[in-house]
């Protein structure tokens, strides 16, 4: 198996995903799994260890939202995006977590020899974010995916990683739609 099908095998699962994530079906959870196997074993062979991290936290993250947006699913209305609101506690824990987080992990992927420490750890950080924000299903998790998807779209295509570019790419295209659709269809729980 070549790093090239793991690639396409990601870059299919992962539109997947982002199709399921956009009409907020919980079945998306299920596919991030695979996805999320997949892309460990991409970044790891690159050497991006920053990601693989990240992607073992998707993998972690997957069981949580599934039982999450199940539990949501039964306090709303049959095919409303349950949405959370944010408020400004989370966001202020998130932009602290984000600047220490990102400045440690580049610190210790330094230590690794990670080819590109700052940006694998800026990813890596916001997407972790992101993630958890999707799991609350905040509808501004959308702006960090925007964010982060056009980092991790440079992050592979200064590896020469061009099927992962393209996902990532993708990606970063969709959340926009994706927040389009979950402001028209979200409905907030009280």
Not at 65 to 70: F, S
Request: proline share 1%.
């Amino acid at each position: 198996m070549g790093a090239s099908f793991m690639e396409i095998f990601t870059l299919i699962t992962g539109v997947i995903y982002i199709v399921l994530e956009i009409r907020h079906h919980n079945f998306m959870w299920v596919i991030g799994v695979m996805t999320s196997l997949a892309a460990m074993w991409v970044f790891f062979r690159q050497g991006l260890y920053a990601s693989f991290g990240l992607n073992t936290y998707y993998l972690i993250t997957a069981f949580i939202g599934l039982w999450q947006w199940k539990r949501d699913a039964q306090t709303s209305d049959e095919g409303a995006i349950v949405l959370n609101r944010l408020d400004t506690r989370t966001v202020l824990v998130s932009a602290v977590v984000s600047a220490a987080g990102i400045l440690l992990l580049a610190w210790l992927m330094e230590l690794v020899e990670n080819p590109m420490s700052y940006l694998d750890s800026a990813v890596t950080v916001l997407s972790a974010v992101a993630t958890w924000w999707l799991v609350r299903s905040y509808l501004q998790q959308w702006w960090l995916w925007i964010l982060a998807d056009t980092l991790s779209a440079l992050l592979c295509l200064s590896q020469g990683m061009w099927w992962m570019t393209a996902l990532y790419a993708a990606y970063a295209l969709s959340a926009v739609y994706g927040y389009i659709h979950w402001k028209k269809h979200g409905v907030y729980v009280e």
